[in-house]
């Protein structure tokens, strides 16, 4: 079988598929052509299977070795595991456009087919929408980044994959962030496809809430190993550096986040609808702008791709969604506007209102600084660099408010919040917060980033198990074993809410360890067998040293052994390892991780005097991102179990000239 | 403008201060520790890495360097100049205007007025309709507080 040519051949049929569906979907709803709609809807169901099959053809080359492909040739080889032979998918532009595609494509044909029976109104735009957006991306596959290229002659072996790929985090980080960010497709085609039909009311988001839900877990979860990765291979001791792949998953999470809250105020108040549809179109342009950034070669990041043609078409794709999306917004503002009052500015809604502004700020900065170094370079020459100095210094005042009101927002009424009622809820978190305010700087903490955060992470608990304590109460028959009946009831009542009560108690550990970050400790030098270093309470013995080769790499590895308070409590092994078929050298940390803190060290170089030489860094409370991290994602499986509200019965709703017939 | 609006934009004010207090920098005329200067410098051999973070060996060399100019007393002026002059204004790591770097905490306030106003017209409502302008018949002050009261425990209390 000619897996080039039969690849490619499923990608052409794709596209046709794709453009039939987008040409069908529009003139269906121009002509209100029910048959045209199904055709619609079909032939994206028929792209969706065919890109899929794409997918799996690449995959399936990969998996045989077939080095005919130049994809698989370039990063494969025969030495690599069949694990990371899966990750070698994402590895290149080619296939992880693919599995872009693969994914915007399932996520729109399931999305719509499982709405078009309760909303057959709007299932022709978002279909004609979706198609759209795949027959722009299959197009790049077949005519600027195909994954099935041929390469001639076919090598013996292939180049293998990036060493820094090569970790189980990788195996699950980019599924993960794109599912997370093609997600953002499902709700953006209904929005769109509301405001093209005038079908405004709040059902659209309803029936598409699972959806964004789901989406917005993914990327949470994405980002999360994003940074456990970087912090287990990169080797710089840190987790998140702002890098502008890093910022440009971080913005529609930003949005999508904001959209999740305040889309509570539309079911419950009818308000914020043009805020709520404006975060959901930005949301998903950003997603698109994210990949034009990482795909552009605009940037210098490890996350990004080399230099392609690829850029200068996503950045029209990206005009188009940002212009006609919001163009549209504007079009059917006077339709979207709330009739609804505002009680007091001291309300939840007012709350929420504060929060939208936040998140948005948040993600200007980000936005801000992401694209600042490449306007600068472009106008001026100039190269500079906007880092860590800048959006730690920006996002921290803003980010702790933020935090603040995720204590704040559960305590205030909806509607009119009493001051006397505020004061006796606030009264015990608050007073928990300045204890932990006050006994750490008794302590002698004095950087006010991390007594704010640890401050405001026991004001938050403390509202938050609150409010499942005042809700098992309610439900308690007695007894611990009343108690833990009453949770359960409480929870299982509504888990939208207290799922999202746990999310929150997984952002409090998550600033826990963020606060550690201003007590980190490092060391660096060069030391001889036998010797010692200390960094912090630790003295590291480099004992020995191994070497030895393996299929894919010359492996050089220290024996560090541990010592603290006198005491052994474990050997690590850092290796500085080199890679025969990339030439490239690459280290693997050693890491010694307890929740009070971890140990990490690098090692750079060794001489051939077998003198090695580390950078060592003591880095409290990292433990508990990942925790954190844990507990967020055991509170959205939560969210996500939630029943969807009940439609009603049609039959069981009696018209009223019925309604009267029957005897009472 | 009610307290609540007041408290709202002395928030704001105060992040807004502490942005900007937080990007001022330090005072060009200290002498820094080495941390001061590893953290705040991008590393020009690691993109998107400080030299404190940035694993390499040239990095290792520029930290030694830097060292060694703070044993001679020099100041953060001194320093950024030398840095600058050697690698670039891509060290610095944010933006060299002021005003660029002022950009988002301008956005904050501006973002927060314009939502202030909304807010209060959100407040105010629509302009009263024909039906509306009549007059509403009349409530006994007791009964609105009560009503009040019932609203604010039902509101307290947890959902179903």
Known sequence: MDIAATGRIVLLAALGFSSWGAVAGTLGRMRRDRRLAESAHRALLAAAGSTVLGLLILILALYIKDFSLSYVAGYTSRSTSRLFTLTAVWAGMEGSLLLWTSMTAIYSGTAIWMAKRHRPDLAPVATAVASAIITFFLALLAFSANPFASKSPVPFDGAGLNPLLQSPFMSIHPIMLYAGLTGFIVPFCFAISALVSGKLDPRWFTSTRRWTVFAWSMLTGGIILGGAWAYSELGWGGYWAWDPVENASLLPWLLGTAFLHSVMIQERRGMLKVWNVGLILGAYSLSIFGTFLTRSGLLSSVHTFSESPVGKYLLPLLAAILIGSFGLLGSRYDRLRSRRHLDSLLSREAAFLFNNLLFIAIAFTVLWGTIYPIVVEATSGTRISVGPPFFNAVILPVGLALFALTGIGPLIAWRRASWKILKRQFAIPATCGAAIILGLAAAGLRSAGSLTAIALSGFVSVVTVGEFVRGARAHSTGGIGGWLHGLREVVGRNKRRYGGYIVHLGVVLIFIGLSGNAFKQSWSGTVAPGSSFRIGDYSVRYDSSRNFATDEKMVNMAVLKIAKGGRDIGTLRPQRNFHFAQRQAQSEIGIRSTLEEDLYIVMTRMDSERRATFRAWVNPLVAWVWLGGCVMAVGMVIIMSARPPRRPDPASVARPAERAAVPV | ?160
Request: hydrophobic fraction near 45%; aromatic fraction near 6%.
């Open chain 2, 1 to 160: 403008m009610n307290r609540y609006g007041f408290i709202g934009l002395l928030a704001l004010v105060g992040m807004s201060a502490a942005i900007f207090l937080a990007n001022r920098g330090p005072d060009p005329g200290d002498v820094p520790t080495l941390a001061q200067v590893a953290t705040r410098t991008m590393s020009p051999f690691c993109p998107g890495l400080t030299v404190e973070e940035c694993p390499s060996s040239p990095s290792a060399v520029l930290r030694d360097r830097i060292a060694q100019k703070i044993s001679q007393r020099q100041t953060n002026r001194q320093i950024d100049a030398w840095l600058v002059a050697n690698y670039g204004p891509v060290v610095l790591g944010k933006p060299a205007q002021a005003v660029s770097w002022l950009v988002p905490a301008l956005a904050l306030i501006v973002g927060a007025v314009i939502l202030g106003f909304r807010a209060r017209r959100w407040m105010v409502g629509d302009p009263p309709t024909e039906a509306a302008a009549a007059p509403a018949p009349a409530v006994a002050v007791s009964d609105l507080r009560r009503v009040e009261q019932e609203l604010t425990a039902f509101e307290r209390g947890p959902e179903r």
